[in-house]
């Protein structure tokens, strides 16, 4: 099994910066990719950003590129999002989550929620207007 804790979520103001953590724990080689979604209330959860597990190749969803950046540490058992340029329509709980499966895979799986295994508990982004 693999464990995901996330971290870093918290109030901020618009158009300032929050970084997020996620460790992940446990059968940690047996993950290829770790990305990011988040959910607001009444909403469904969506995309974020993920990265694979060399950390070569990143995908974004349209509604953060160039604000948001997901990275990893050497080790590839931490994720980082770093977040810039916040707006009131990022506010929402954020999940890190794990995909098992070696590559190659179809790309459009990494985009959608059942393409992953494992889910953290999530970290609440707040963001003041």
């Known amino acids: 099994q693999v464990q995901l804790v996330e971290s870093g979520g918290g109030l901020v103001q618009a158009g300032g910066s929050l970084r997020l953590s996620c460790a992940a724990s446990?059968?940690?080689?047996?993950?290829?990719?770790l990305g990011w979604f988040r959910q607001a209330p009444g909403k469904e959860r969506e995309f974020v950003a993920a990265?694979?597990?060399?950390?070569?190749?990143?995908y974004y969803a349209d509604s953060v590129k160039g604000r948001f950046t997901i990275s990893r540490d050497n080790t590839g058992s931490t994720v980082y999002l770093q977040m810039n340029r916040l707006k009131p329509e990022d506010a929402a709980v954020y999940y890190c989550?794990?995909?098992?499966?070696?590559?190659?895979?179809?790309?459009?799986?990494?985009?959608?929620?059942?393409?992953?295994?494992?889910w953290g508990q999530g970290t609440q982004v707040t963001v003041s207007s």
């Open positions: 989550a794990g995909r098992s499966g070696r590559p190659p895979w179809d790309n459009r799986s990494v985009y959608i929620v059942g393409g992953y295994d494992y």
């Open positions: 446990g059968r940690t080689f047996s993950i290829y990719v």
């Open positions: 990265i694979d597990w060399s950390g070569g190749t990143t």
